[in-house]
């Protein structure tokens, strides 16, 4: 049965590959967002290997001690969470989950030795992020809910304004399961009010769905709404599909029309780059940064075809679809334009890391020889775990295992290997 498995983390930081988790909620709905089963709440013993922050413990409440006394080990912590999200037919969601819960949760596989991605395609299983479900309910079909503004009088799309202005209780705001559970309450209240667009919405966790919105042939324009964009304009772009990225076929770059590409477009691609990237600080007045972007298809973008812009959400957002016809044909005319662009997007060397915790990204797939052993380690006993250690092909993962048995079980560990992990911490 096809079911979502609405969650969130709390954290001990806001970087979720260096930080580590402290708590851990999910609850799991039907297609209806009818609760099933009983919720999960976890907390995570923390290791002795990093430095919680001060200010997140501050405003989760966690402390350390606290997460020592009820929580599990992360071994644990990290099976009990795939056991939810692995389940067949799974979508796995969150609020903002796709750029930061999702993240904590490859590198929480990662270091776990599980695969940081199969969770998210295998079985029919799938991702989706309520945020720009909001963000783009409030640009297209804001009708039925009530939309907070901040002090400056643009939109909040912040979780606990959103439920504090539409009457959703959610007292305990950063307790894991509180968060969920007013997650789930927005998601019953925009398919309550906008059903069309939500289920809509809904199937773009499917990528090819995405991919059929963006005919790069043609290159015609679709409406994207994204955190990227400025939220006084409804966080929403005009944006005409132009080529695939070279090094990720997921990845497919677009510009946004609503700018005039004219002071750009005679440049040459370092030219292109430098401004692209130029922080904005260092921006000139009245300078507007080029609206070149990724858009990854499976990170369920928001796109939707023009005809979805009626005349009042022109005029609300000074949308002129004439100026944005002629954008494109400037774009259309430039000549080389293709060429500079793959130039631009082109991929680039950075400085790697050389500590196996935050590599994820960096040393690439493992080896179907590797991924054995790691599911053959996954029944092991504690005890033996290291005669693993001398046989992996990825130079990342004996290192990683000597670390995984020292946070998890480090009764485990000899003497020698005891001393190295106390120098360690």
């Not at 997921?250 to 692209?276: F, Q, T, Y």
């Not at 196996?356 to 960096?362: K, N, R, V």
């Not at 380690?377 to 290192?399: N, V, W």
Request: aromatic share 8%; proline share 7%; glycine share 6%.
């Amino acid at each position: 049965m096809n079911s979502i498995f609405w969650h969130d983390y709390e954290t001990f930081g806001s970087d979720p590959r260096r930080d580590r988790p402290s708590q851990f909620a999910g609850i799991r709905t039907d297609a209806e967002l009818n609760v099933i089963g009983e919720p999960l709440s976890l907390y995570c013993k923390p290791a002795p290997d990093f430095l919680p922050h001060p200010a997140a413990c501050r405003i989760t409440g966690i402390s350390p001690q606290k997460a020592l006394a009820e929580g599990v080990n992360e071994a644990e912590f990290c099976k009990r969470i795939l056991q939810e999200m692995a389940e067949p037919g799974t979508c796995v969601s969150g609020y903002n989950s796709i750029r930061f819960d999702d993240e904590v949760t490859r590198h929480l596989l990662y270091r776990c030795f599980h695969d940081p991605y199969e969770r998210e395609w295998k079985h029919g299983n799938s991702r989706w992020d309520l945020i720009d479900v909001l963000r783009t309910t409030r640009a297209l079909r804001p009708d039925g809910i009530e939309w907070p503004l901040k002090e400056d009088g643009s939109p909040s799309f912040r979780l606990e304004a959103l439920t504090a202005a539409n009457g959703i209780p959610h007292s305990g705001a950063h307790d894991a399961l509180v968060d969920v559970r007013a997650t789930i309450d927005m998601a019953r209240l925009v398919r309550a009010k906008q059903p069309r667009l939500y289920d809509y919405l809904y199937s773009l966790r499917n990528k090819n769905r995405v991919l059929a919105q963006l005919d790069l042939q043609s290159r015609l324009p679709v409406v994207h709404v994204s955190g990227r964009y400025p939220a006084q304009r409804g966080c929403l772009g005009i944006v005409m599909p132009l080529m695939r990225q070279a090094d990720n076929a997921n990845g497919i770059i677009v510009l946004n029309l609503l700018s005039d590409p004219s002071p750009w477009l005679g440049l040459d691609a370092e030219e292109i780059r430098a401004k692209l990237y130029r922080p904005s600080s260092e921006l000139e007045e009245g300078e507007e940064r080029i609206g070149l972007k990724v858009l990854h298809l499976n990170r369920c973008p928001s796109v939707a075809p023009l005809g979805v812009l009626n005349a009042e959400i022109q005029q609300r957002y000074a949308i002129d679809l004439e100026a944005v016809a002629a954008h494109r044909n400037k774009v259309l005319a430039a000549p080389g334009l293709n060429e500079r662009l793959r130039q631009v997007f082109a991929p680039q060397t950075y400085e790697e890391h050389s500590d196996p915790d935050f590599m994820l990204y960096a040393g690439g797939f493992f080896d179907d020889h590797d991924k054995r052993l790691m599911q053959q380690l996954q029944r092991l006993q504690p005890a033996a775990l290291d005669s693993l250690s001398g046989q992996f092909h990825d130079a990342r993962l004996p290192e990683l295992l000597f670390r995984y048995r020292a946070r998890n079980w480090p009764e485990s560990l000899n003497s020698e290997e005891s001393q190295h992990w106390h120098a360690y911490c």
